[in-house]
C-alpha cells in the first residue's frame, strides 16, 4: 500500500491550514482526493485527535470543506478534521455517472460484491483502514482518538462504521442519516447494485 501523499491545495484558515491532499488508494485502484485540516496545533502537540466527516450523494471531498464552518471549533480544540471524497473516481464503467444516487459521487461506503464494481468500490475497507495508515503515516495524529461523523449516505456510512468496529471510534455521530438503507429507494438501488439481489 503506497502511503505517499501529494498536496493538490492549501488555505490558511483560523489559524491552521485547510489542504486537500491526493494519493493513490491500493484498495479503490485509483487516485483519491482527501480533505484535511490541520489546526494550529498541529505543529505543537503529539498525537492529535481525528474526525472524520463522511459526506451525501453527490458530494466530494469540497463540500464539507466550503458548507460546514468546521474550521473553527476545530482550530480552538486542536483537531484534525478528514472528509475523503464520496466514491472512487476515473473509471468509467456502464452506467457509472448514469444517476445521481449510484455509481460516481454514491459509493455508499460500502464494500462491493457485485461486477463490475467490486475491485474499486470498496469504501467501507478506505475508511476504516487504508485512510487511517495513510494518515498516520503523514501527520500528527493519534487514529486511536477519533471520531467519525456523516450526513445523508455520509451517514449511513459512518454508522456501519461505527457499528462494525466497537472501540475504533470514540463518538459516532450522524446527522439526517439513510439509517434505513435496505427499505428505501436510494437504499435498495445502491445495495442491489453493489451487493446484489440476496438480502
Not at 482550530?75 to 473509471?91: E, L, M, Q, W, Y
Not at 455521530?173 to 451487493?195: D, H, M, Q, R
Request: glycine letters at 10%; charged letters at 15%; a positive charge.
Amino acid at each position: 500500500m503506497s502511503k505517499a501523499i501529494k498536496l493538490v491545495s492549501q488555505s490558511k484558515c483560523f489559524g491552521g491550514l485547510q489542504c486537500v491532499y491526493e494519493h493513490e488508494s491500493s484498495i479503490l485502484k485509483c487516485n483519491m482526493k482527501f480533505g484535511c485540516y490541520l489546526p494550529p496545533q498541529h505543529d505543537k502537540k503529539k498525537n492529535l485527535p481525528v474526525v472524520y466527516f463522511l459526506s451525501g450523494l453527490t458530494c466530494t471531498e469540497q463540500n464539507f470543506i466550503m458548507k460546514s464552518g468546521f474550521q473553527r471549533f476545530a482550530a480552538k480544540h486542536g483537531i484534525v478534521v478528514i472528509n475523503p471524497d464520496t466514491s472512487p473516481r476515473g473509471f468509467d464503467f456502464p452506467g457509472e455517472h448514469d444517476s445521481y444516487d449510484f455509481g460516481s459521487g454514491a459509493g455508499f461506503y460500502v464494500n462491493a460484491t457485485e461486477e463490475p464494481w467490486k475491485n474499486n468500490y470498496r469504501m467501507y475497507s478506505y475508511v476504516t483502514g487504508e485512510l487511517p495508515s495513510v494518515l498516520t503515516s503523514n501527520f500528527n495524529v493519534n487514529v486511536n482518538k477519533s471520531a467519525i461523523s456523516g450526513h445523508s449516505m455520509g451517514g449511513h456510512g459512518a454508522l456501519i462504521c461505527a457499528l462494525k468496529n466497537p472501540g475504533k471510534y470514540k463518538c459516532v455521530s450522524v446527522f439526517a442519516p439513510i439509517a434505513n438503507p435496505s427499505e428505501c429507494p436510494w437504499g435498495i438501488k445502491a445495495f442491489t447494485g453493489y451487493l446484489g439481489e440476496n438480502k
